[in-house]
């Protein structure tokens, strides 16, 4: 019965390097959420996706971000040529693909510091 | 623009007696609203949630009220336990196509459960 899983949970890069994040959505869970916490702040809704597609993403900042959801396999949110402003903490929820179901269920994180 | 509120960052409150969270939200598409608890380190749980058609709902010790016209909704826990130390986040859907998109959450209220 295993929830949402993130990997890393910590994750440290240089500037100008990659970052790429991974998420495994709830067993049954076709729906994928990508959030951002700033210290001191609210999540902050970036992406959301089905398999294969791109559903909303106006929360995305436009240039180094993207994320995908591939027929199989996690999600993942990549991250290029970092700052340190990127330096956050970067959630996934998920949710069942049924109407009206609004309930989103968070993995623990993925933690980036940017050097 | 925020456009949904969490005006106390902290709230401190005797163990056994309620805790009353609150949130204001200025969106009125929104049509669906969430609590989320969190501890640090760990991504949000999901508590308990409620449609705009009603004003309130109830799950063991957690009660929700809504109010439309006021914009208003808050989180009663009672009896407060030293367990429901944390931080704890409003959320809001508008629920567009199919019901699911990016939730907009709160700033977050710290309760303390004091002993």
């Known amino acids: 019965n295993a929830g949402v899983m993130q990997n890393p949970r910590h994750l440290v890069r240089r500037r100008g390097q990659e970052a790429r994040l991974r998420c495994s959505p709830m067993k049954g869970h076709s729906h994928v959420y990508w959030y951002r916490q700033l210290p001191e702040e609210g999540l902050k809704f970036m992406v959301y996706?089905?398999?294969?597609?791109?559903?909303?993403e106006s929360g995305m900042p436009k240039e180094r971000f993207s994320a995908e959801f591939p027929k199989e396999g996690p999600s993942i949110l990549r991250i290029q040529q970092v700052v340190r402003g990127d330096s956050a903490a970067y959630f996934c929820?998920?949710?069942?693909?049924?109407?009206?179901?609004?309930?989103?269920?968070f993995g623990p994180g993925t933690r980036l510091t940017v050097t | 623009d925020q456009q949904v509120k969490q005006n106390s960052p902290s709230l401190s409150v005797q163990e056994g007696r309620i805790s009353i969270l609150n949130c204001d939200y200025t969106?009125?598409?929104?049509?669906?609203f969430l609590w989320y608890k969190k501890y640090p380190a760990e991504g949000p749980t999901f508590l308990i949630s409620?449609?705009?058609?009603?004003d309130k709902n109830e799950d063991g010790r957690f009660t929700v009220f809504l109010n439309k016209s006021a914009k208003h909704l808050s989180l009663h826990i009672v009896p407060s336990q030293p367990g429901d130390s944390a931080v704890y986040f409003c959320?809001?859907?508008?629920?567009?196509?199919?019901?699911?998109?990016?939730?907009?959450f709160g700033k977050g209220t710290h309760l303390i459960i004091q002993p």
């Open positions: 929820a998920s949710s069942l693909n049924l109407p009206s179901s609004y309930e989103q269920y």
């Open positions: 959320a809001a859907s508008a629920g567009s196509g199919g019901g699911a998109d990016g939730l907009t």
């Open positions: 409620i449609s705009s058609i009603k």
């Open positions: 969106n009125s598409m929104f049509d669906y």
């Open positions: 996706l089905q398999k294969e597609n791109i559903i909303d």
